[in-house]
């Protein structure tokens, strides 16, 4: 059931549907767009089914026969590899009673098999076997209607993303310019190194928007910070600075810190900074990215501040990328992204995925909504490895406890704020988000982006937004074409 008309207006377009709280300003959310069931029930009816989804990683399907089994808004989705290069994603149900015939993950080389009366299809989706077809009427038993129901899957950067909309523009028009950024990052090459995730109290949106703003280090993640720049005096950015393409504000502001210091005690900086981001994230910054920084002690840097802070990225970036290709693992040159400024350390998709690249790995989320305040949280540490040397197939978790030690403690401290933010929202008096339009405009730029599904606008003015949404975050408000 959609919203009642009475909470319905303020998103006014021709022959579009009207959208309940909707986004008046890019820098006020209305609360109730967080646990409000019925504009939940939108978003499934109305968002879901027309975007693109992140279904699996490749890694998950390596061999012919290997399927996953995708969920989310109540439907479920089987992505099965064929061969070397093609997967195939169907619906999950038996064209006879409609039972699901896979669950979880496994491999069906031979094709499924329902678990129910045993009809049999192959890997292709055609029906390749029911037990007595003259017990049932011709029309019932045609070849054609009893062929498994496709889903669209379409690969990119080492994932199979699923779209249940036929007529939904293809995926690469759907990730730009997400996906040309990380194409240069070499994104296909990364592989799953740790795999966890956890249920949150929360819902979906709330989970996305604590990785879309580095505002919140400041008080969050305390360890980030050099001591310069700790304290209610601390400045995240000067109103009047862009949005640059550092890896981080955090970084940069460690990097350029120190005035009359000897290139050994800023070295020694950098690498405990380093040592700081590894633990913290366990991979996002790899271990083998801090072992090259070590290898760089004693290197003479320019007295200069400005001039030492980038030197030394040069230099780290020139030893991460030599190190990792004398190994035979497949890098960007990093020096190259940075003067191109695409080496902001965390890049988001519409409408539930990030990849966070530094060096020579990455992170990634993925978030899938379980219920109005519910939410899945999936968290990935990628990395890269010499041909032939790749770990098996990985194991999908089973969700976690949020202060469960498996989790990076940076992880945890960004956990241990969101189940009090969900129940703030309901405060009373609390009647929306206020937002920077300088650092957090990208939340205010995406839920007005899902105001343009709930309201049924046509896919080249959706598209036209997404590109405007994509990409890295700390973004302003952005002028949307709607």
């Not at 909504?369 to 978790?397: A, C, I, K």
Request: charged residues 25%.
């Amino acid at each position: 059931m959609v919203a009642t008309e009475s909470r319905r207006s303020g998103q006014e377009h021709h022959g579009a549907l009207p959208v309940p709280y909707p986004m008046t300003r890019p820098d006020r959310v209305p609360v109730q767009r967080y646990y409000d069931p019925d504009f939940y029930q939108m978003e499934l009816e109305l968002l879901w089914p027309r975007v693109w989804q992140m279904a699996c990683r490749l890694e998950e399907i390596p061999e012919p026969g290997d399927f996953v089994e995708y969920e989310n808004i109540g439907r479920s989705v089987v992505v099965v590899r064929i061969n070397a290069d093609e997967v195939k994603a169907f619906h999950n149900a038996c064209r006879h009673r409609g039972l699901k015939l896979v669950e979880d993950r496994g491999n069906i080389r031979s094709g499924f098999v329902c678990p129910f009366h045993g009809w049999c299809y192959g890997l292709n989706g055609e029906n390749t076997w029911l037990y007595q077809p003259d017990l049932f009427a011709e029309d019932n038993r045609l070849p054609e209607d009893l062929r498994l129901r496709e889903c669209r899957v379409e690969l990119w950067g080492g994932c199979a993303f699923i779209n249940f909309d036929h007529d939904a523009p293809p995926l690469r028009d759907c990730i730009e310019p997400f996906a040309t950024i990380l194409d240069s990052w070499h994104a296909a090459s990364l592989r799953t190194e740790w795999w966890l995730s956890a249920r949150l109290p929360v819902n979906w949106k709330v989970a996305m928007e604590a990785f879309m703003e580095g505002y919140h280090v400041l008080e969050t993640h305390p360890q980030l910070l050099p001591p310069g720049a700790r304290g209610k005096n601390a400045v995240y950015r000067a109103v009047s600075a862009p949005a640059t393409g550092d890896q981080s504000p955090t970084l940069k502001a460690q990097q350029g810190s120190g005035g009359a210091i000897s290139s050994e005690t800023f070295i020694e900086a950098q690498i405990t900074f380093l040592q700081t981001i590894s633990e913290g994230m366990k991979g996002m910054t790899h271990r083998k990215d801090v072992a090259a920084a070590e290898r760089l002690r004693g290197l003479e840097l320019p007295e200069d501040p400005a001039l030492r802070a980038s030197a030394w990225r040069t230099k780290l970036n020139d030893a991460i990328v030599e190190w990792n290709r004398d190994a035979g693992m497949d890098v960007p040159d990093l020096n190259d992204l940075a003067a191109k400024g695409i080496n902001q350390g965390v890049y988001f998709c519409f409408p539930h995925f990030f990849l966070l690249p530094t060096y020579s790995s990455a992170a990634s989320y993925r978030v899938r909504p379980l219920g109005p305040e519910e939410t899945l949280f999936e968290v990935w540490s990628l990395t890269r490895y010499p041909e032939g040397e790749e770990p098996g197939r990985p194991e999908r978790p089973e969700p976690s406890a949020l202060d469960d030690p498996r989790w990076p403690p940076i992880t945890r401290q960004d956990f241990s704020n969101l189940p009090r933010q969900q129940l703030g929202l309901h405060a009373v008096g609390f009647d929306y988000m206020r937002l920077s339009d300088k650092v957090e405009g990208q939340i205010g730029n995406y839920q007005r982006l899902i105001d343009g599904y709930l309201a049924g606008l046509d896919s080249d003015l959706l598209v036209s937004a997404v590109h405007q949404v994509n990409g890295q975050i700390d973004m302003p408000s952005k002028d949307l074409p709607f």
